[in-house]
């Protein structure tokens, strides 16, 4: 069985804020958990406690109640906390530095030595695209420039996991299928990559697993095959020689069809029990199945789908 470099059970955090210290339930409950070696993505609607769950882990937090384990000790080990690299959502640089000069006190705070550090940084500048931009202070960087030098900080150390608060804020198209690329990469090399993203398609791209978390509360968690399962949705049916009289036998069940230019006949269904009525149909009527095609439920549909069923 694969290692759970990540878990969390029964994860809650309550904030009082204001003056008149009002109880904010941010976590209720949070419980999933992350293998090692999967790019595994944290999704849910903006308030839903992405941040504060991994505030929780990395240990900037401490759970009211319930635990989380990271590298199999408790959140916020010093120990644990050496096999992680971290880019949080909104990172703050000391601006005056150069990109050398913040790589290299990022490597120090990790411990490395004056060669390492000086060789660490310069490849990872260059990997994330900013070996052009060595002589320019931080204060002068974009946003994506930015984003790019805190994926290079969180890689300094040679983390065994990533963890990543929407890394893909402020990239162009370009960075962001550079920065893809790299998650890749690091899962290649054995890597753990866990992820919260507003970006569902770089999600469905990357992902072996996800979970979904609304109001405080993981809704769903599984592989993508498993969460975007087919059964229950639209299937097509193509098929060839139909005749007038399956025609009619289709149109006598309320069957939606229609024929294509070459002549093939669609017929569009939903669930396993209609296509099997359709294919008996088919073939006591001498047509040929051209092909059965399910259309799977895109993430993008099933975050809202879960996001309104939970009350948002």
């Given at each position: 069985m694969p290692r759970e470099v990540i878990q969390t059970v029964d994860l809650a955090k309550t904030f009082r804020l204001g003056f008149r210290r009002k109880k904010v339930e941010a976590?209720?409950?949070?419980?999933?958990?992350?293998?090692?070696?999967?790019?595994?993505?944290?999704?849910?609607?903006?308030?839903?406690?992405?941040?504060t769950t991994i505030k929780v882990i990395v240990g900037l937090l401490r759970p009211t109640t319930g635990r989380a384990l990271l590298m199999g000790q408790p959140a916020g080990e010093i120990e644990a906390r050496r096999h992680v690299g971290y880019l949080?959502?909104?990172?703050y640089f000391y601006d005056h530095l150069l990109p050398e000069e913040f790589m290299d006190?990022?490597?120090?705070?990790?411990?490395?030595?004056?060669?390492?550090?000086a060789k660490r940084g310069k490849e990872l500048l260059e990997l994330v695209g900013l070996g052009k931009a060595l002589d320019r202070?931080?204060?002068?960087?974009?946003?994506?420039?930015l984003q790019r030098i805190g994926l290079a900080q969180s890689l300094v150390g040679d983390p065994d996991v990533l963890i990543l608060d929407e890394p893909m804020t402020g990239l162009d198209?370009?960075?962001?299928?550079?920065?893809?690329?790299?998650?890749?990469?690091?899962?290649?090399?054995?890597?753990?990559?866990?992820?919260?993203?507003?970006?569902?398609?770089?999600?469905?791209?990357?992902?072996?697993?996800v979970a979904i978390v609304n109001?405080?509360?993981?809704?769903?968690?599984?592989?993508?095959?498993?969460?975007l399962e087919p059964s229950g949705l639209l299937v097509d049916i193509e098929l060839e020689g139909a005749s007038n009289e399956l025609e009619?036998?289709?149109?006598?069940?309320?069957?939606?069809?229609?024929?294509?230019e070459d002549q093939h006949l669609k017929v569009t269904v939903t669930g396993q029990q209609s296509v099997d009525d359709v294919?008996?149909?088919?073939?006591?009527?001498?047509?040929?199945?051209?092909?059965?095609?399910?259309?799977?439920?895109?993430?993008?549909?099933?975050?809202?789908?879960?996001?309104?069923?939970?009350?948002?």
């Open positions: 976590l209720r409950g949070v419980t999933f958990k992350v293998n090692e070696g999967e790019i595994f993505g944290f999704l849910g609607p903006n308030g839903a406690g992405k941040t949080p959502e909104s990172p006190l990022c490597g120090r705070l990790r411990g490395l030595g004056r060669s390492t550090r202070p931080l204060r002068k960087f974009s946003k994506g420039m198209p370009v960075g962001r299928m550079e920065v893809r690329d790299l998650i890749l990469d690091l899962r290649r090399q054995g890597k753990t990559v866990f992820f919260s993203s507003h970006i569902l398609t770089d999600v469905e791209t990357l992902c072996d697993r109001k405080g509360r993981v809704v769903d968690e599984g592989s993508l095959e498993e969460l009619a036998a289709l149109t006598e069940q309320e069957l939606e069809f229609d024929r294509s294919l008996r149909l088919a073939l006591d009527h001498d047509a040929r199945v051209h092909a059965v095609i399910p259309r799977r439920e895109s993430l993008e549909t099933l975050f809202v789908r879960k996001a309104l069923k939970s009350g948002t």
